[in-house]
Structures are given as structure tokens and as C-alpha cells.
């Protein structure tokens, strides 16, 4: 019952929404919460997910372009949830 709750969250692509949205990153709270996010949803990756994150029609993947972008931040916890969120995604 609950796999069907956080699929019906992910559809209709609304979080490829919120990803997208441009935050005020210079606001290191929103920064730390937003990959914080981004993190946990890399940790909901499958083969059934993945195509939650994925919009075929323009050929982008949001979830890992918008956190890659951080990856030579100069925050610690942030440059590991991105590595953490790279291998989410490539396993």
C-alpha cells in the first residue's frame, strides 16, 4: 500500500517541478534542505522510478543535471550528498 502513496507523489511530474524551481541558493538553509531532498530521492531509484525523474519528451533527467551542479560546492555535507546522489543514480 505504501509503494502506491510515493508513486502517486512522483507522477504527473510534479517533482521534476520542485527540482527545477530556482531557489535562492545563496541562502546556505535552503541550499542544505534542497539536496538534502534531492538526496532522498536518489535513494528511491529503481528500475521501476527512474522513469519518474526522467522526461522523455524533452530528453532530461532533473533529479541528477540540477545536483551535479553542486558537486564543487564549498560545503562538505553538500559535495557528499551529491557523490552520494551520483552513485544512486549510476548503480
Not at 521534476?16 to 539536496?35: G, M, Q, R, V
Not at 560546492?73 to 543514480?89: C, F, K, Q
Request: no cysteine.
Amino acid at each position: 500500500m505504501k509503494h502506491h502513496y510515493v508513486n502517486y507523489l512522483l507522477s504527473n511530474n510534479y517533482v521534476n517541478n520542485i527540482i527545477l524551481h530556482k531557489f535562492d541558493f545563496s541562502d546556505e538553509e535552503i541550499t542544505a534542505y534542497y539536496i538534502s531532498f534531492l538526496k532522498t530521492l536518489s535513494l528511491k531509484l529503481n528500475k521501476h522510478s527512474i522513469n519518474f525523474f526522467y522526461n522523455e519528451r524533452n530528453n532530461e533527467f532533473p533529479l541528477y543535471v540540477e545536483a551535479i551542479k553542486f558537486f564543487n560546492h564549498p560545503e562538505t555535507m553538500v559535495r557528499i550528498a551529491v557523490r552520494t546522489l551520483t552513485l544512486n543514480v549510476y548503480k
